[in-house]
């Protein structure tokens, strides 16, 4: 058994670690709420553009743009978003594993933001054509434009022929989900049920749809990009402050414990001296 000072000595540390849990906990929390509103609030606006999208392309199938062109995947990029930082329980664990799988299963290239997915995929050698990191905690849409111009001259230059975006979709602070999507070339949103009809309708343009695309498609790109940042942020807010619950109960629990082992530890040292106290009284009778 550990001696009484050195149970007091964990115990200290222990409560010293606790009050940082705490302190990040709370800081969690505050950041969550802020990540969390403005995802609400990026939400609309993406769904309404991936409509104006749908519809233009449905109503006018031959219309074309470098951002539609289908060709044969033979380079592909992978654009992965992790967080700068650790201590968020299995966020970033997650979503590099996901990552990892899909490219050894089609092998190909990584833009990284956030340097936990940097340092990861850097370490093993793969091949990272840009990346991202030091992006704060509330992201701003130039960061998002940034990332989004990159991708897209890749594309267009040829450099890649598809361009996945890889990135945790925000449900609570319990759930976040890694998700991949497609990001190029654009696969315009299929018409819902009830928009059917109103892709049947012939519709008039101002100014040509063939410009409406070039203005619109590097938009829904960067506007993608940018929810999927916000997505992110909030998932990881989220499973820090998840994590940061955890590690400050356990600490309560591993207290308890440690306190309990003193207490039967003190009270072995005064049965100790009291047993010999009686016994050096009886020697002198």
Do not use: W
Not at 86 to 101: D, E, F, H, S, V
Request: charged share 25%.
């Amino acid at each position: 058994m550990a001696s009484a000072r050195d149970l007091r000595r964990r115990i200290k540390s222990i409560k010293s670690t606790q009050q940082i849990t705490k302190a990040m906990k709370a800081v969690a929390a505050a950041n969550l709420r802020k990540a969390q509103e403005r995802v609400f609030e990026a939400r609309p606006f993406a769904g309404k553009i991936r409509e104006v999208l749908s519809r233009i392309t449905s109503a006018n199938s031959g219309v074309s743009h470098p951002l539609l062109e289908v060709r044969e995947p033979k380079n592909i990029c992978y654009v992965l978003i992790t967080a700068d930082r650790g201590l968020c329980g299995g966020y970033n664990a997650n979503i590099i594993r996901m990552n990892a799988g899909l490219v050894n299963d089609k092998p190909g290239s990584l833009v990284t933001v956030g340097q936990k997915g940097r340092d990861f995929f850097r370490r093993r050698g793969y091949d990272i054509k840009s990346e991202f990191v030091g992006l704060g905690e509330e992201i701003p849409f130039g960061i998002a434009k940034e990332i989004g111009q990159t991708v897209v001259n890749y594309y267009v230059e040829g450099v890649f022929d598809e361009i996945y975006l890889i990135y945790t979709e925000f449900k609570s602070a319990m759930t976040q989900i890694p998700t991949i999507m497609k990001l190029l070339p654009v696969e315009p949103p299929a018409q819902k049920e009830g928009e059917k009809g109103a892709a049947t309708m012939d519709y008039i343009y101002e100014p040509a749809p063939e410009e409406l695309l070039a203005e619109l498609l590097p938009k829904y790109i960067e506007t993608t990009i940018y929810r999927a940042l916000l997505e992110s942020k909030a998932s990881e807010q989220g499973a820090r402050m998840t994590a940061m619950s955890s590690a400050t109960d356990n600490a309560s629990e591993i207290i308890d414990k440690l306190t309990l082992s003193l207490n039967r530890a003190r009270q072995a040292a005064i049965t100790k001296e009291i047993s010999e106290i009686v016994g050096g009284a009886n020697a002198l009778d």
